[in-house]
């Protein structure tokens, strides 16, 4: 069981409020990413779950028993730190094994439980090496393997991939991944990659200064951003954010839409501009249009390769089935 | 120094320092080793000639040698026992947050900063005189009997006053250590169930061992040669000749140069064992 619910918590360091009061529910066996760009509360909102910071308001209830004041190693949580924070003077059994010595396990189940996690994390050749010989994805590795032989209700991440290089975190993004569907534990996962948030999640929770922007399903957040912060941060390139005398047709304050629901044509559309710098991935192709009517440039996605020389004249066309319309607070409106 | 012609300018560049260090080392070793072999008593006739391995011989069977090799050893590991674990313990202390930290630290720093005459000086007539002292008055505070700290305990007592002077180094350098201690090892031993003592024995402790470790051979250096704090409390006295003590006793007070000189070899060997020791023991801490 991992049902972890958040009731009015808030957080203040000093005069400063960190999170102002919020509620969230985790349900048992959901994996769980907040994300948000940095300095927005979220790895202080992961350590209050966690318990390594106190809580200045608010309960925090963990399988409908209140936790608010419980220490960590009682809670029955495991976390991954961003630096691993393995002990370095441990080989890697005695570290997998730390947290079983501590609850003062038996011998003989210490062992079969660290074979069983190195099997499963493929360390078993490597448990007699200290951390500092080992590369960084298997550090990651060893990080998690400390965590699962606990057991936990839920595994805490804070931000485990950020030190690793792209090609190892698409490999650890997956393991982690299918770690969870295997072990079908509560995961709270913690990172300001939005790539990340949507590979991996059940639900995202969005937060900007401390304050829960949305919480839903990755395509949820994709389909319907609730305002214009998440429609921006969700999704990648960025969503066209408009605003201006230009979109007065729409009645809206500001409208967004994604540079995959953006025609484009050498002869008519909506809107006019030149064609800026093209990024050419292969499959897809980004393309930077700047329009006289805005004064940021517009990103245009569009499948496989296309050849538009710098500086020539387009026409876009928003696919109006995909457009965002937001009021003035920011709001999206359908 | 990748090409040949910059090995060479490296090789120029560095031969004065290191010709001079070598000089430095080489002269009075071998000027030691040379008066060993001598008869060679200043007021009393001067060089009388080679004679040997006589000295070695006197000095090793005369029946101050063994128990100044004790004194010095008792003195050495005493005083390293105390500085590691008090300066461990106020490192631990002097690392958390409170308010005027950065005054403290600098107090704690103080008494390296008294000459070790002075601060032996100031123990003796200070605190441990048995009748203005204020451990004296301490006692008779009590109604127990003022105790002569120098000559009842004398050993004790010196120990007790190194300690005072190198105490701040210990912490000094392991404050540094345990100052870069990742925080997030404590919180994930924290997470794993470790209370705080364990916490310090798995996590604080190791982090610490190779500060220990130099700790431990730059004081043991040191220590084997501590003179002022003995010449000016017990002037050798009450079991606390130690090998150096010994030494100055033969060359100045006994005007015995040759005598001197063997007991200097027999130091430098002394001092040789311990180190292997100490590197065999701690050493392996540098390594990893």
Redesign the interface.
């Known amino acids: 069981m991992g049902r972890i619910v958040l009731d009015k918590i808030s957080k203040s360091f000093g005069d400063v409020e960190v999170i102002p009061p919020l509620d969230l529910a985790i349900n048992d066996g959901e994996f769980t990413v907040f994300v948000g760009p940095s300095g927005c509360g979220k790895s202080t909102l992961l350590r209050l779950i966690a318990g390594l910071e106190d809580s200045s308001g608010g309960h925090i209830r963990i399988d409908h028993e209140d936790a608010t004041h419980v220490p960590p190693a009682k809670r029955g949580l495991a976390m991954v730190f961003q630096s691993y924070a393995l002990y370095p003077h441990m080989s890697v059994r005695k570290n997998i094994a730390f947290p079983l010595k501590m609850a003062k396990m038996d011998k003989a189940e210490i062992d079969r439980r660290v074979e069983g996690a190195a099997s499963v994390l493929n360390l078993t050749d490597y448990l007699d090496r200290r951390p500092g010989q080992l590369s960084g994805g298997q550090r990651q590795r060893v990080a998690i393997g400390r965590a699962i032989v606990r057991e936990p209700s839920a595994f805490l991440f804070d931000e485990p991939l950020s030190n690793l290089d792209a090609a190892l975190r698409v490999g650890m993004r997956l393991e982690i991944s299918e770690l969870h569907k295997r072990l079908k534990t509560t995961m709270i996962y913690v990172t300001h990659d939005q790539v990340e948030a949507m590979t991996m999640a059940d639900k995202i929770v969005v937060l900007q200064a401390g304050v829960i922007e949305q919480v839903g399903s990755p395509l949820e957040l994709y389909r319907a951003p609730r305002n214009v912060f998440v429609a921006g941060f969700i999704g990648s390139p960025k969503m066209n954010l408009l605003s201006g005398p230009e979109i007065a047709d729409y009645n809206a304050h500001t409208i967004g839409t994604r540079p995959e629901h953006i025609a484009i044509s050498q002869t008519e559309g909506v809107w006019e501009g030149t064609v800026g710098v093209s990024e050419h991935l292969g499959s897809d192709t980004f393309v930077h249009v700047k329009c006289a009517a805005f004064p940021e440039p517009l990103t245009v996605r569009v499948r496989g390769e296309l050849d538009l020389s710098y500086g020539s004249t387009v026409f876009l066309t928003p696919d109006p089935e995909h457009l965002h319309r937001f009021d003035a607070q920011g709001l999206r409106f359908a | 120094m990748a090409t040949q012609q910059s090995r060479s300018a490296a090789r120029i560049m560095m031969a004065p320092a290191v010709i001079l260090l070598l000089g430095w080392m080489l002269v009075p070793l071998t000027m030691t080793v040379w008066f060993s072999f001598k008869k060679y008593l200043p007021l009393r006739g001067g060089d009388l000639g080679w004679t040997g391995f006589d000295n070695y011989v006197r000095f090793f069977t005369s029946s101050a040698f063994w128990p100044s090799v004790q004194a010095t050893l008792v003195i050495v590991g005493g005083v390293l026992a105390i500085t590691i674990v008090f300066g461990v313990l106020l490192a631990a202390l002097l690392n958390q947050p409170m308010w005027g930290r950065g005054i403290v630290r600098i107090l704690v720093i103080a008494p390296f900063f008294v000459m070790p005459t002075v601060s032996a000086l100031v123990w003796k007539n200070m605190f441990m005189d048995p009748v203005n002292g204020l451990f004296a008055h301490l006692w008779k505070l009590f109604g127990a009997e003022p105790v002569s700290w120098l000559s009842e305990a004398s050993l004790e007592s010196i120990i007790l006053i190194v300690s005072w002077q190198w105490l701040p180094f210990a912490t000094l350098i392991l404050l540094t250590a345990i100052q870069s201690l990742?925080s997030?090892?404590l919180?994930?031993?924290?997470?794993?169930?470790?209370p705080p003592l364990?916490r310090f024995g798995?996590?604080t402790l190791?982090?610490l061992?190779r500060a220990i470790t130099v700790v431990v051979l730059i004081q043991t250096i040191f220590l084997l040669s501590i003179f002022a704090e003995i010449f000016v409390t017990t002037q050798g006295a009450f079991g606390t000749k130690t090998l150096t003590y010994l030494i100055y006793q033969r060359v100045l007070e006994s005007q015995n140069v040759g005598l001197g000189s063997a007991g200097g070899v027999y130091a430098i060997i002394l001092a040789n064992i311990v180190a292997i020791f100490l590197m065999r023991i701690v050493g392996k801490n540098l390594d990893?």
């Open positions: 990742d997030e090892q919180e994930a031993a924290e997470m794993d169930g470790a364990k798995f996590i190791p982090h061992s990893t």
